[in-house]
C-alpha cells in the first residue's frame, strides 16, 4: 500500500512506485517459494513517500520488524535490503530529492501452516538447521591478554590430549567422564565467539553456533528435540558446539514451578544434561556470569575463563589489526596517535572497537568517496564520537532502570516496602557479583 505523506508527486514517479510495489511483492514470493523456512511468513509492504528535509542522502529506507523466532529470519532481510540496493539507481533517477521513500515490511508468522510445515519436514531437513559451519578466525587473529591466552592454549591441551590422559594412560578409571566443556564468560563483545572459533580452527574442526533463540521453540516440549537435533549434527560432523548467552541453558532448575514454561525451561537443562554426559566432542559455553550455575553442570565444566575489557596495549593492537591493509592513508599511524587512540577508547570492547573504525570508513566514504585519504585526525574524532553515544547510551540505560525501580517501588504495599527495607538494612558484605565468580 503506497502512502504520501506530502503533496503528491509527479506521474511518472507514481507509476515508478506502483510498478516498484508489484515488482518487489514478486520478489518476497519467489524468496518464500524457494525456502520452506519461509512458507509460513505473511509478508506485508507498506510505502511511504515523505519529505526528506534532515534526512540522509539515501532516497530510499527499509524498516522491517523481523523478530520472528524461525531460523534465518535475519537472512530473509538481508535479501530484500540486498534487491533494494540493487536498484537504488532507478530511485535515485525517480523520485525528486526533495522526497524519500519508507518502505516498511511487516511479518506475521501463520501459526497452524508453520506448524504443519515442522511436521511434514524430513528428518534431513529439520537437521539442516543445525550445519556446522568453517571457523572464521584463528588464535593469531585474536587479540587477548597473556593470561586469558595461556588458560585457552592449556586447556587446548588437555582436549588435544584427552586421549592419551584418559585411555592410554588410564586417567578414564579414575574420572570415567573426559571433560572437553568450557565456558567463557565477561562482557559481551570481548572476543568469546572469536575465541571459540579458533579453538576450533587449531583442533582442524567446523563449528555449530547456536543460541537459546534457536533451540527453544514456540510449541511446548520440542525445544529438548531441536537441543538433541543439535548435538546429533555436531557428532555426525565432529564439529565445536558453541552455545552464545548460555545462561538459559545452564542456570539451576526452577523447584516451585507454577507455569508451563518453568516445566519446559527445566525439560531443556535436564536434556541438556544428558547430552552432555554422552557428548564426547568439544562443548564451549558463552555466559556473563558463572554464579547461577546449577552444580551438575559445574561438575562438567573443564574450564571457566574470564574475557574482560581490553587494556591500553590490547586496545592499540586490536585498533591496527583493523584497520585494513589497503586502506588509503596519508601516513601510518604513529606510537603516540595509538597511544591516544587507546586512551580516548578506554572502556571499549572489542566489538566496540570494531564498530568504530566501521563508522569512521562509512563516515569518509559517504563524504569523500573513493577519492578518500584517511588521517589520524579522522579516527580521532570518528573515536570521540563513538564514545560519546556509547556513554549516551549508558546513561539513558540507567536512567531507564531507575524509573522502573522506582515505578515498582510505588506499586509495592506498605508493608512489604517496609519488610524489604529492613532486610536492605541488615545486609553486610553482600557477595558481589566478582566474589562468586569461578
Known amino acids: 500500500m503506497i502512502d504520501y505523506t506530502v503533496d503528491k508527486p509527479n506521474a511518472s ?33 507498506y510505502l511511504r513517500l515523505g519529505n526528506g528535509k534532515n534526512r540522509s542522502n539515501e532516497s530510499i529506507e527499509l524498516k522491517t520488524n523481523a523478530d520472528f523466532s524461525i531460523p534465518n529470519s535475519l537472512s530473509f532481510t538481508d535479501k530484500l535490503s540486498g534487491y533494494l540496493k540493487s536498484r537504488k539507481k532507478e530511485f535515485d533517477a525517480c523520485i525528486p530529492n526533495s522526497e524519500y521513500l519508507l518502505i516498511d515490511v511487516k511479518y506475521e508468522i501463520d501459526e497452524k501452516m508453520m506448524k504443519n510445515n515442522a511436521e511434514k519436514l524430513s528428518a534431513d531437513e529439520q537437521e539442516s538447521y543445525y550445519i556446522p559451519e568453517i571457523p572464521k578466525y584463528t588464535l593469531d587473529k585474536v587479540i587477548l591478554s597473556k593470561d586469558i591466552k595461556d588458560e585457552i592454549l592449556e586447556a587446548l591441551n588437555v582436549i588435544e590430549n584427552k586421549q592419551l590422559i584418559y585411555d592410554v594412560w588410564g586417567f ?26 579458533a579453538i576450533a580452527h587449531s583442533l582442524n574442526k567446523k563449528i555449530l553456533v547456536l543460541s537459546y533463540a534457536e533451540i527453544e521453540s514456540k510449541y511446548v516440549g520440542e525445544a529438548p528435540k531441536n537441543l538433541t537435533k543439535a548435538f546429533d549434527s555436531a557428532k555426525k560432523y565432529d564439529a565445536v558446539m558453541f552455545f552464545d548467552e548460555a545462561d538459559s541453558f545452564l542456570g539451576k532448575r526452577i523447584q516451585n514451578v507454577t507455569h508451563g514454561s518453568d516445566q519446559a525451561l527445566n525439560s531443556l537443562r535436564s536434556q ?20 547461577n550455575f546449577d552444580t551438575a553442570f559445574e561438575s ?51 566489538r566496540e572497537l570494531k564498530n568504530a573504525v566501521l563508522e569512521v570508513l562509512l563516515r ?24 560519546a553515544s556509547l556513554e549516551l547510551l549508558k546513561r539513558e540505560k540507567t536512567a531507564d532502570k531507575e524509573k522502573k525501580i522506582l515505578k515498582a517501588l510505588s506499586e509495592m504495599p506498605k508493608e512489604e516496602l517496609s519488610s524489604a527495607s529492613q532486610k536492605q538494612s541488615e545486609v553486610k558484605d553482600y557477595p558481589t557479583e566478582e566474589s562468586e565468580s569461578l
Open 364 to 387: 569518509k566514504a559517504k563524504i569523500d568517496g573513493e577519492n578518500a585519504i584517511f588521517e589520524y585526525i579522522d579516527f580521532k574524532e570518528g573515536f570521540e564520537k563513538k564514545k
Open 13 to 45: 514517479t507514481v507509476l515508478f512506485l506502483q510498478r516498484f510495489e508489484n515488482e518487489f511483492g514478486s520478489f518476497i514470493k519467489e524468496i518464500r517459494s524457494k525456502n520452506t523456512t519461509y512458507h509460513s511468513l505473511i509478508v506485508s509492504i
Open 172 to 197: 578414564g578409571e579414575i574420572d570415567p567422564y573426559p571433560r572437553s566443556i568450557l565456558n567463557f564468560y565477561g562482557p559481551p563483545g570481548t572476543g568469546k565467539t572469536m575465541t571459540a572459533n
Open 272 to 291: 541438556m544434561l544428558m547430552l552432555l554426559e554422552n557428548f564426547d566432542g568439544v562443548v564451549i559455553f558463552a555466559t556473563n556470569l558463572v554464579s
Open 300 to 350: 562438567r565444566i573443564l574450564k571457566h575463563i574470564k574475557f574482560e575489557l581490553p587494556n591500553k596495549e590490547a586496545r592499540e593492537h586490536i585498533i591496527i589489526g583493523l584497520i585494513p591493509a589497503k586502506l588509503p592513508m596519508e601516513s601510518s599511524l604513529s606510537e603516540e596517535e595509538l597511544g591516544e587512540l587507546s586512551d580516548i577508547t578506554d572502556g571499549f570492547s572489542g
